[in-house]
């Protein structure tokens, strides 16, 4: 037996999950989407707290903090939940035509929101409540969100771009393992990359930067950034990812791959075709003795 799923067979797979979660209720995805956004949210303070404090190597920390970001991805696949950015590549669904540009849309609408819902909360919950972003903590937390609203449009969007590319690319991966252990060694190594090389995911931005805003008001400093940093870098971050993953990822493959899935599947209603007519013919056939 096959250890991994071939490239094809991850499409068509891709492809049913991209049907099942447009044939979910609003109230089913508005709250999967929920979970994910406060998923990636502790995948990001717990981000934040293994980058505080100084190292010889900033190398090594920047892999360290992603290697535990990849935690958000495990928590939103593994579990489940409906993650915006993820939900890219239903343009799989759509390209072979088993879903309308329409529901992608809706879908990508009401996941988002819900995704910008439960990264709030729970980054109102972490500041006001557990007061876990105090100190050098709170400090790191502040710093990058302020370094995040500080960035022009354009290298939101291209770190966007990255962000999303590697994300859909560890789905895709995550998709082609048969067990849980290798779908969870498939996500970790490019959740890991986009994160050390300073990438951008919005979801993540949704916690981080708000975060920060709410640490800034605490504070008696002045002010780093303001509502329209963050409005603008989370859209131009948003625009990003919908190109990393919903063309460079889904697109392309769907390129590659689908004349072959499409093929098989021709072949294969053929053959349905030829059996029934094979059936039909032999029960109208008058029996000889």
């Known amino acids: 037996m096959a250890s991994m799923n071939s490239p094809d067979q991850v499409l068509t797979h891709l492809c049913t999950s991209g049907e099942k979660k447009l044939s979910r209720t609003f ?9 994910a956004g406060v998923y990636i949210g502790f995948a990001s303070h717990l981000a934040t707290v293994a980058g505080t404090g100084n190292t010889e190597w900033p190398g090594a920390k920047n892999i360290l903090v992603g290697s535990v970001f990849s ?14 950015t993820g939900n890219n590549l239903i343009v799989i ?11 992608m849309t809706r879908n990508w609408i009401i996941v988002y929101a819900g995704n910008l819902i439960g990264s709030l909360a729970l980054a109102f919950l972490l500041v006001f409540g557990t007061e876990s972003l105090t100190g050098e903590v709170g400090q790191r937390a502040l710093h990058i969100a302020s370094s995040k609203a500080q960035l022009s449009p354009l290298q939101a969007f291209t770190r966007g771009i990255g962000a999303n590319w590697l994300v859909c690319l560890a789905i895709w991966i995550a998709f082609s393992a048969q067990d849980t252990a290798g779908k969870i060694l498939g996500m970790f190594f490019p959740v890991m990359a986009f994160v050390a090389m300073g990438f951008e995911h919005s ?4 916690y981080m930067i708000p975060a920060g805003a ?8 002045a002010p780093q950034f303001s509502t329209v940093d963050i409005i603008r870098n989370i859209v131009w971050v948003t625009l990003g990812n919908i190109i990393g993953g919903g063309f460079f990822v ?6 590659l791959y689908a004349p072959k899935t499409q093929r098989r599947s021709a072949l294969e209603r053929e053959t349905q075709v ?6 039909l013919s032999l029960s109208s056939s008058p029996l000889k003795h």
Request: glycine share 6%; hydrophobic share 55%; aromatic share 6%.
């Open 93 to 103: 669904s759509v390209l072979q035509k088993k879903a309308t540009l329409t529901s």
């Open 274 to 279: 030829h059996d029934r007519k094979s059936t």
């Open 71 to 84: 935690l958000g991805l495990m928590l939103v696949l593994i579990p489940g939940a409906e993650l915006f």
């Open 250 to 255: 889904a697109g392309v493959y769907w390129f």
């Open 27 to 35: 109230a089913q995805t508005l709250i999967l989407a929920i979970l």
């Open 203 to 206: 979801v993540a931005n949704m």
């Open 214 to 221: 709410l640490l800034q008001l605490l504070s008696d400093a």
